[in-house]
């Protein structure tokens, strides 16, 4: 499985933007798929997850009712729709596949990743 991850910039606080991470194959909803960010400095940490049916998602507390996961199987991409934004969601962004059913927020759990997207968001 390949990831290629687009969408971010630079985005004024309190404003949105979507993320987008574009997967080859033909199991994509074989896949669980998350997002991850990291900010300089700092550990890539977990920021949300979706099953293969998209039936279920996850969030971490810092980005609930904020950030919203979704995915498209049949066009093989998972977004992240990222509203609110504050000067502490500036990070690099990472999608990533694990091939299960159930989701899982730690990085060692996941099995393929996207090359990362800058999201700058500015006070």
């Known amino acids: 499985v390949q990831l290629q991850a687009s969408g971010g910039g630079l985005v004024e606080a309190g404003g949105s933007l979507r993320l987008s991470c574009a997967a080859s194959?033909?199991?994509?909803?074989?896949?669980?798929m998350g997002w991850f960010r990291q900010a300089p400095g700092k550990e890539r940490a977990f920021v949300a997850a979706?099953?293969?049916?998209?039936?279920?998602?996850y969030y971490a507390d810092s980005v609930k009712g904020r950030f919203t996961i979704s995915r498209d199987n049949a066009k093989n991409t998972v977004y992240l729709q990222m509203n609110s934004l504050k000067p502490e969601d500036t990070a690099v962004y990472y999608c990533?596949?694990?091939?299960?059913?159930?989701?899982?927020?730690?990085?060692?759990?996941?099995?393929?990743w996207g090359q990362g997207t800058l999201v700058t968001v500015s006070s």
């Open positions: 990533a596949a694990r091939r299960s059913l159930t989701i899982m927020t730690n990085t060692m759990r996941y099995d393929y």
């Open positions: 194959g033909r199991t994509f909803s074989s896949y669980v």
């Open positions: 979706i099953t293969g049916s998209g039936g279920s998602t």
